[in-house]
């Protein structure tokens, strides 16, 4: 048989876990709310510390992206040629580079316009450059659809004998921004 001290002693240590588990359940919502606070408030610190540095990053990277966009494209062939290979070329990614005719291309990133390429006649031979574009998000963001086209219409000048050579590179000037603060390049040389 169990001493009486002894059983009090038993009963002291289940009011002392039943007081433990009943100040979990008061407080446990309390701690809760504080750990997801603190972790919420430490992931938004870490976002924004890395917004701000690939905004940094993506403005150091617009005057290349410009200089991408302004490598013209020389095809040593009459315009009326020149316009049957970049037809060509434009026919293998025709969702990316639309026929908007009358020598025009267009450069696909959102909208089908959001980049106007034209063929300019340049003596006997024809020039491929982008006339304008549109930049998303505040940055011109046609450069690698553009290195494309312009690889696509190498190759296929070179698929039907025509020679394609760099170009005099394009220099642009930026419009006023619309409401989403994105604007129009246009060219200027």
Known sequence: MRSASLTRMDNLWYIVGALIVV?????????????????????????QRFAERSIAKADDQVPAM??????????????????????????????????????TFGLRFAEPTDGIVRLVPDGTATRVQVESFREH??????????????????KAAASVGVTATAGPVQTYTRGASTEGGSATWTRTS
């Open 137 to 154: 998000g505040g940055y011109p963001m046609l450069m690698p659809v553009w290195k494309t086209f312009r690889d696509e219409i190498t």
């Open 23 to 47: 100040a979990i359940l008061v407080a446990g919502p309390s701690i809760r709310r504080r750990v997801n606070r603190a972790a919420a408030d430490a992931g938004a610190r870490a976002g």
């Open 66 to 103: 410009l200089d991408q966009l302004g490598q013209t494209v020389v095809l040593d062939a009459p315009e009326q040629r020149a316009r049957e290979i970049v037809t060509q070329a434009a026919a293998k990614r025709a969702k990316d580079h639309p026929d908007l005719g009358d020598g």
